[in-house]
């Protein structure tokens, strides 16, 4: 798999459901190897989304607005972090 360049049209989407610590740790990481990054949370300023490319703020337990996200970034990749995710849009 070819990762490509954040923010260019060959970039690989990571949306990062859920931005504590841990996912602050994710991003970093996935950063270095050149994935570009959508962290989302329910509040602003989470942890990862003070490092990630862009983030969203919504209660992700509303399905109709985990789908927005979804198909706003189409991301490649989809990580949960936490728990209170409307899973049955993933």
């Not at 979804?70 to 849009?89: F, N």
């Amino acid at each position: 798999m070819s990762i490509g360049t954040p923010l260019k049209n060959k970039a690989t989407r990571v949306l990062l459901l859920g931005s504590g610590e841990l996912g602050k740790e994710l991003t970093m990481e996935l950063m270095k190897l050149g994935a570009e990054v959508i962290a989302c949370d329910r509040y602003a300023d989470a942890p990862a989304m003070q490092a990630a490319h862009r983030s969203h703020v919504f209660d992700m337990l509303d399905p109709k607005a985990l789908e927005a996200i979804i198909r706003e970034e189409k991301p490649h990749l989809i990580v949960p972090e936490v728990e209170a995710i409307a899973t049955d849009k993933l």
